[in-house]
């Protein structure tokens, strides 16, 4: 599509810095990234959001986002070279402190003394803002991969109050009534 950033990449127009790409999907770094290693998962055809998302797309996202944080958590604990000591306490911590990044959260640009290019992962989180109300600045559906670990300043907001089971069970009829291909009142899908 004209104009987009995720469409330029594809077609070899932009740069990008690609961890993974196939037919279907290409895995990028983020140019604004929350962590080191921070990666968005694309579809190489244009697709705003979900609505324009076929289930034939979501497979090879998913798929190539298991795959990213696989290698997220690879890349934060490579294997020690054969015959190497075990690590010290200090090495295993990170060194002099905690891995800081350049340009997110004022860091430097590599975890000290880790020797990985600062790439830390204790966990992965998924996320995709489908609409500008959600926070979707590229309208181009993309899979945020985002690697975690205590202590990394990023804040997640939800801030929901419990609601009672009643208004529940109405909101979950409601959305499932709506649902295309679903049948009414059961739950589970049908056609």
Do not use: K
């Not at 497979?59 to 604990?77: E, K, S, T």
């Not at 992965?124 to 670990?149: I, T």
């Amino acid at each position: 599509m004209n104009g987009c950033i995720f469409c330029e990449i594809v077609a070899g127009r932009a740069e990008a810095s690609v961890v993974y790409e196939d037919d279907s999907v290409m895995a990028i770094l983020d140019l604004h990234p929350a962590a080191i290693g921070h990666t968005l998962v694309i579809p190489r055809t244009h697709m705003t959001g979900l609505t324009d998302a076929s289930d034939e797309i979501g497979a090879p996202l998913w798929r190539a986002a298991r795959r990213v944080a696989a290698g997220l958590r690879a890349a934060a604990n490579p294997p020690a070279p054969a015959g190497s000591p075990p690590a010290t306490a200090s090495e295993a911590a990170g060194g002099a402190g905690v891995a800081g990044l350049e340009g997110v959260a004022g860091g430097s640009e590599t975890a000290r003394g880790s020797g990985n290019a600062g790439v830390r992962c204790e966990g992965v989180r998924l996320s995709l803002a489908d609409g500008e109300a959600a926070g979707q600045e590229v309208f181009h559906l993309h899979l945020h991969v985002v690697p975690r670990y205590p202590g990394d300043g990023i804040v997640i907001a939800a801030g929901g109050r419990r609601r009672a089971r009643g208004l529940l069970d109405r909101d979950a009829a409601l959305i499932r009534d709506a649902l295309p291909g679903w049948a009414t009142g059961s739950g589970r899908g049908g056609d």
